[in-house]
């Protein structure tokens, strides 16, 4: 990212961020800060990924009903007021702080009442910028969480005299710590430092090390098994981050963010819908990170003050996926293997559930759970149903998609996708007429918790289900095996067809339709995620595309959420419909985000286009990833092993171009449109393969260097070797990105006047 576009990448507040809910992100997937306060104080919030207290009371596990059988029982007998006791009243009786995720406190400055206000966290170097004068002076602000060391920083030039730096422990502002029993914290003074220990019960410890006095601060944060090993590593930090210095360290820092940068980049003609790519693989990139624990619902961004929303769980009914999406198209897969990661690690867990709730081989994701798949307080109708795995398996598939590693396929993913595949293949039920079907599960979340919630067949599952099977064969053809192909190639056949509507729309299940606007279109997952049908499906599959959406538009979108707009914003894409995934975009931007670009669960300014409203404002981070990905969709897909360029763009969208974006089969492409017709296109191999490129030039003459491309159809054919750069340009065009880039900027997105 140069200098121009770290600009056009700038979130900037004129007035003073008194709360934290308009406060700035920073964050290296280790720690992370949130930035607000008028002077009076300036505040840092802050977090660390590894903080959780995952101590449960599993008595209620041994309930003799609390089986699948036993829920499935229950069920049919119409006992739904002793389900939910079983399921999950007893949980929350048991359980009703715990399980959660652990924030440290707030750090605080007192530089005196705002007068003027101009800061802006620049994307570009991951770091807050600007001026706070206030009754004391101008203060010029930089702060920063370094890239590559768990340190906090913070210069405030002209600090008044006396200021100090001080924390503030979670467990000194909220009192849900002591009623988890945790300990009190240690703050101490060590010469020119202060020093807080904290030790989580049957958890970690951890420790932050600080200088008070400024103008440069150093907030030092790290954990350990012990106190006193935690306090030994933030010394160790603090050390290291002193003697560097605060300007060596922010260029370190700004060297590993354009890096970063450097991987991929689109150039969109509306600034505030290119930002929001931007801004959603920026937050991702600052709450994740390879070797750490994956970012919960918060991010690392823990509400002040607060224990986090929904406990700061890893929910996997949509807001996993829609998190990590980022990673794909941007190229950062090392962002998704921190997911991968810890299923990976938690499988022998999730085997051991599966075996013990269901009595059968294979694993069973629940919805909602913290690390070591410990269980988070969630509606049982939800927590229990069968789509979670399949979902987060099919994370784990677009992973080698997107990558193509053999090496990886056969450490992680596909142990982990063939172990949902054996859950599915075990619990399945034949029917009389033949069929598999699923026996009860939900559609989440239709119904809420309420007993009618409970279904057989909902459409969801049967989409996972088939898809599960596809990736199953796939896997094993590319690691030269066979073991479970058989089982997945018949499995397939003889599950249980979509239930449809009389008009061809996907129902709930069978005899259901939807009867409400609903936040989650879970019903529509077989067009998208799952893309098990396309609209390169054959006429029968467009057919029910095209009545499902309608139908589902048909009954509103009042009680849609930003979630809702972030996936259907890759739903339009998938199915080509490019000026309903620009609205999508259009309406989060402008009614789901607040002023610092966060999403907040809520229509925050009550315009009523939704009936989420409140003052609450439970943020959440993925949303804002998600459109990072429905923007990414719109230019470049790659599924069903055919490259397209520009598939869903809205026809003001007259000049765009992108850099390096992934697709599906570890293609790397390039692109410039302008005028309104694609005119250079750049697919770069990450491995052997066939490149198959819908011709995106409209069959105009085009020249061809790099390589030997053939017609087939309406496609480009050709076989490039690992490294390999084919180009495909109208005659006369360069592909100077940097022109097409200025181009971009200077476009006219007016939609009066034929064009």
């Known amino acids: 990212m140069n200098e121009r576009e770290a600009s056009r990448h700038r979130i900037v507040h004129r007035r003073a961020p008194r709360e934290w809910h308009d406060g700035f992100p920073l964050g290296n997937g280790s720690i992370g800060a949130m930035l607000w306060g008028d002077g009076s104080p300036l ?156 030790a989580i019960p049957d958890g970690p410890a951890y420790a932050v090390v600080w200088n008070p006095a400024g103008p440069d601060h150093f907030l030092a944060i790290e954990s350990a098994e012990t106190a006193a090993d935690a306090r030994a590593r933030a010394m160790a930090t603090w050390r290291a981050a002193a003697t560097a210095g605060l300007d060596a360290l922010y260029e370190r820092h700004s060297e590993a963010w354009q890096e970063f940068w450097g991987a991929s980049a689109v150039y969109l003609p509306e600034e505030p819908i290119e930002l929001l790519w931007y801004l959603g693989c920026y937050l991702l990139a600052s709450a994740a990170r390879q070797g750490e624990l994956p970012p919960g619902l918060q991010g690392l961004w823990a509400m002040d003050g607060v224990l986090p929303p929904w406990r700061g769980e890893y929910a996997a009914d949509m807001n996993l996926q829609e998190a990590f999406w980022p990673a794909l198209a941007s190229g950062h897969l090392d962002l998704l293997d921190c997911w991968c990661d810890l299923m990976r690690d938690c499988l022998p867990q999730a085997q051991a559930f599966t075996r013990r709730f269901f009595g059968t081989g294979g694993s069973f994701w629940p919805c909602s759970f913290a690390p070591r798949l410990t269980p988070i307080r969630s509606w049982y109708t939800v927590m229990f149903a069968w789509s979670h795995s399949g979902w987060l398996a099919w994370l784990v598939w677009l992973r080698w998609r997107y990558s193509m590693d053999r090496e990886w396929l056969a450490r992680t993913g596909y142990p982990l996708v063939a172990e949902v595949f054996r859950f599915y293949q075990e619990n399945l039920q034949p029917g009389e007429d033949g069929r598999l079907h699923v026996p009860l599960s939900t559609s989440p979340e239709y119904r809420d918790n309420r007993p009618d919630a409970w279904s057989q067949d909902p459409n969801i599952d049967l989409a996972l289900i088939r898809r599960c099977c596809d990736w199953v064969v796939e896997m094993e053809a590319a690691l ?77 979108r009042y009680q849609w959420a930003g979630h809702t707009y972030a996936q259907m914003a890759s739903f339009g894409a998938v199915i080509g419909r490019g000026e309903f995934a620009y609205d999508c975009l259009r309406h989060f931007a402008e009614y789901w985000v607040g002023p610092n670009g966060l999403h907040f669960n809520r229509d925050m300014r009550r315009t009523g286009v939704t009936c989420f409203c409140g003052d609450d404002r439970p943020f959440t981070m993925e949303a804002s990833c998600g459109i990072s990905a ?95 750069e084919v180009i495909l340009c109208l005659k006369g065009e360069t592909g100077d990105l940097d022109m097409a880039a200025a181009a971009v900027r200077a476009s006219d997105t007016s939609r009066f006047g034929l064009r």
């Open 480 to 556: 030269g095996m066979q073991e479970l192909t058989s089982s997945a190639v018949e499995v397939r056949e003889k599950l249980v067809p979509y239930a449809l509507s009389e008009t061809k729309a996907l129902l709930l299940w069978p005899g259901q339709a939807l009867d409400e606007s609903h936040r989650h279109p879970s019903h529509l997952m077989a067009i998208h995620p799952a893309m098990d049908l396309t609209v390169e499906g054959g006429e029968e599959a467009r057919e029910v595309i095209d009545a499902s959406l309608a139908h589902y538009l048909s009954l509103g």
């Open 43 to 198: 505040c840092l919030t802050l977090d660390k990924a590894d903080l959780w207290d995952l101590r449960s009371n599993d008595a209620y596990l041994e309930h003799p009903d609390f089986s699948y059988a036993g829920l499935r029982r229950l069920v049919s007998e119409g006992r739904f007021e002793d389900a939910f006791e079983v399921f999950e009243g007893r949980y929350l009786r048991d359980n009703p702080i715990g399980p959660t995720k652990i924030s440290i406190g707030r750090a605080e400055l007192c530089l005196g009442e705002a007068t003027a206000c101009e800061l802006g966290l620049e994307l570009g170097t991951a770091s807050v910028t600007g001026v706070l004068r206030t009754n004391e002076g101008e203060h010029r602000i930089l702060a920063f969480v370094a890239r590559e060391a768990n340190v906090v920083c913070l210069r405030v030039t002209a600090p008044p005299a006396g200021a100090r730096l001080t924390l503030r422990p979670l467990a000194k502002i909220n009192d849900s710590l002591a009623a988890l029993g945790h300990p009190d914290p240690l703050i101490e003074e060590a010469g020119e430092l202060c020093i807080l220990t904290q």
């Open 630 to 724: 429905g923007i990414s969709d719109m230019l470049l897909q790659g599924w069903g092993d055919i490259v397209r360029v520009f598939p869903a763009l809205p026809t003001h969208w007259r000049d765009v171009a992108f850099r390096d974006l992934r697709a599906e089969g570890a293609f790397r492409v390039s692109a410039i449109r302008r005028d309104s017709r694609t005119v250079w296109v750049k697919v770069g191999a990450g491995v052997d393969r066939t490149l198959r490129l819908r011709d995106p030039f409209g069959g105009a003459p085009i020249r061809v260097t790099g390589g030997t491309l053939h017609r087939e159809g309406d496609l480009y054919v050709g076989e490039l070797a690992a490294g390999q």
